[in-house]
Structure formats: C-alpha cells, structure tokens
C-alpha cells in the first residue's frame, strides 16, 4: 500500500506532486522490515525505497538500497528480486556516472532474470539497458541488448512491456 501511495505523491495522481511525502511512504516498509530477518518482501521495500531516492536523486543512498536489496536477494536465492535490484543498481549506477560498473550489474540482472519466474522481471531486466542508455553511444552494447530484447519478444508472452519494447528495438534497429 505505501508504494502505490508514494508513486501517487511521485506521479501527482494524488492531485499534486509532492516528492517528499512520496519519499516518505517509500521509506517506510523498509524502516518497517529493517529489523527482521531477511526475505523477498524486505528485498522489494529495500529496491521500492531505493527507487524514491532516486526520484528526489538522492542516488548515493538509491544506489545503497539498491545493493542492500540486491544482497538479501542473492543470500536468499530469489532470482527474481535479484533481477530487479540487480536492474535498479545498474540505473543508478548509470546516473552516477559509473557505466563499466552499471554494465556488470545489468549482466547480473539479465542473468538472475533469466533463472526467475516472473516474465515482468525478465522483460523489465532485458529492455532497461537499452531504453534507460542510449545516450551511451555504444552500437556494440545496444546491439547485444537489442537482440537479446527481440529474443525474448519471439519466445516469452510479453503483455505489457512488449509496447516498449517493440518501440525501443526500432530505434536501435
């Protein structure tokens, strides 16, 4: 509930936008998990808050959260949550600045994605480096992650994503 609340305070369908009252109940699950035991759901408030920060660019402490929930993720084998934080690091990474880095982690994302269930995870981890990067410049990496998007798109049910996907593979192509 707080993270559908924190992105209409992030998006202004709460009728205005307000970046700190978003940040807020971005916050909060983590702060309420932060004491208990590892799991999926404290992965996914981790990898949320991260994302909060990122919105207000607070991006030192995203890229912490990130790592935080990507290091409960793999600790607790969840490949799913490992792909999407795995994702969430390399973006901020990229916003940081750190690209071989922000690279390795998408790598990372692909690869978790790949071994996890959820076809939304597959589809977010495998189109995010090519819509989030192109200013990168670089045709050998959007070219890789280009046929790698155009593969998924020929053997998974996409839904969704499959619009983005479709638009973003057409301006690498």
């Known amino acids: 509930m707080h993270r559908q609340v924190a992105a ?3 998006t202004g369908s709460a009728g205005r936008i307000d970046l700190e009252k978003g940040l807020l109940h971005f916050e909060a699950p983590a702060k309420l998990l932060e004491a208990e035991p590892d799991s999926p759901e404290k992965a996914e408030a981790y990898c949320a808050f991260g994302l909060g920060l990122m919105v207000v660019l607070d991006l030192e402490r995203a890229h912490q959260q990130g790592m935080l929930a990507l290091q409960i993720a793999e600790r607790l084998k969840y490949p799913d949550e490992g792909a999407r934080a795995g994702g969430e690091v390399a973006r901020y990474l990229v916003y940081l600045g750190e690209l071989a880095q922000a690279q390795e982690y998408s790598e990372r994302s692909w690869a978790a994605a790949l071994q996890g269930r959820d076809p939304s995870v597959k589809a977010t981890a495998v189109y995010w480096p090519i819509i989030g990067w192109p200013w990168m410049n670089d ?3 959007s070219g890789l992650w280009l046929e790698r998007c155009l593969e998924y ?3 998974s049910p996409t839904g969704r994503p499959a619009g983005p996907m479709y638009g973003c593979s ?3 192509a």
Do not use: D, E, I, V
């Open 8 to 10: 209409a305070w992030a």
């Open 139 to 141: 045709r050998a990496w």
């Open 153 to 155: 798109l020929r053997t």
């Open 170 to 172: 057409a301006l690498l």
